[in-house]
């Protein structure tokens, strides 16, 4: 994942009613996205039991969100889809897909928090034939001054190698997170230049973002094609949740800038880098 982890499929762990409620009422786990510690093979740390993995089938953590305090309900995300080189990036309408745009010009989108969106990857270097159809879960929004949301969009980077496994026919999966400051990682980073972290089999991308910072979106990329049939779109598309295209922000340059002259770099927000994860599909 995005931290971004390496994983190999993993067994169900049945938690008990009690401890579930224990989890529920302590506010521990990812009912409330707590900061810990670097979770045990078992998936638990400091006994913290988690609710929620990476694994958890597309849709559950981001409506978990939604049923806790907030403003995000109704809330349009702001992320920026990027690729290697002339990757292209297309969102779709009512089980159409748009336009594709470049990473030379990213595109830019507001995505409901707690829904899942499927998209679609072409023009892959080296690949220019492929295809691949990952999707996107938000599970958290940021908080930006209400003016400025364009300006801080959530990255969702994919690398070469994501898309090539997930060609191969394996399952990536990215979790994109917002650091915590007190514990950064100091290395200097912009929105295209994110630092990815492989995780062990035995840790879970979701619980390792978590420990680092705040987790804000879920990627998963893998093998699977459009249907054939049109009656199967609906579960494809994950309903056809809406979304609104974003112009990406352009800064007004500064009193003293003369014509001609480059804008200043615009500083971004924190994302860390995202915990990856890669299973045969």
Known sequence: MRLDWRFLTRSVTHLCLAALAAAIFAGTGYGQFA?????????????????????????????????????????????????????????AVDGVFQEPATSASPLHA??????????KVTAIPGYEGEELYPTVEVIDRTYPPHHLAARYPIPINLELDDLLAALAGQLVTRVIYLEDATAALPVATTPESAQALDVGAHQDPLHVADTL?????????????????????????????PWVAIPAFQPDPPVDQQPGEAPAAVTALPFGASARGAAPR
């Open 35 to 91: 900061g810990g510690h670097l979770p045990a093979p078992g998936g638990t740390a400091a006994g913290i039991h988690r609710i929620y993995t990476a694994d958890s089938p597309p849709g559950v953590v981001g409506a978990a969100r939604l049923q806790r305090w907030g403003a995000v309900g109704g809330y349009y995300q702001p992320v920026a889809f990027r690729g290697p080189e002339s990757t292209d990036f297309a969102m």
């Open 110 to 119: 507001g995505l409901l928090i707690g829904a899942v969106y499927r998209f």
């Open 213 to 241: 910072g705040r987790p804000v979106a879920i990627v998963r990329i893998g093998s699977l094609t459009p249907p054939s049939h049109e009656a199967l779109l609906p579960q494809f598309f994950f309903g056809f949740p």
